[in-house]
Nanobody
């Protein structure tokens, strides 16, 4: 079992920045691919970013490419999402997720463990 706890959400004006954190406990963090997903009101959950086990491989949704950066600290069992140049369309609940069976996946169904989510609101 893996427990994931997100933090760092909040309200920010368009153009601003936020840094989300996701602390993991339980099963060995270093063996997991970690992902960030988001869900806006009335919309389906969508992929945001993923990072491989060592942190050397990262993937991003086109909508956040160049603005968001995913990173991980295996010693601290934590994954981060630095969000810059935020737009109103980035408003959503952001979820951290972990998978041990799929490498670098963008598909939410491949992730077995999920945090409770942290809300991000970007005002224009």
């Amino acid at each position: 079992q893996v427990r994931l706890v997100e933090s760092g959400g909040g309200q920010v004006q368009a153009g601003g920045s936020l840094r989300l954190s996701c602390a993991a406990s339980g099963r060995a963090f270093v063996g997991s691919t970690m992902g960030w997903f988001r869900q806006a009101p009335g919309k389906e959950r969508e992929f945001v970013a993923a990072i491989g086990r060592s942190g050397g491989i990262t993937y991003y949704a086109d909508s956040v490419m160049g603005r968001f950066t995913i990173s991980r600290d295996n010693a601290e069992s934590t994954v981060y999402l630095q969000m810059d140049s935020l737009k109103s369309e980035d408003t959503a609940v952001y979820y951290c997720a972990a998978t041990f069976r799929a490498r670098n996946s963008r598909y939410w169904g491949d992730y077995d463990y999920w945090g409770q989510g942290t809300r991000v609101t970007v005002s224009s």
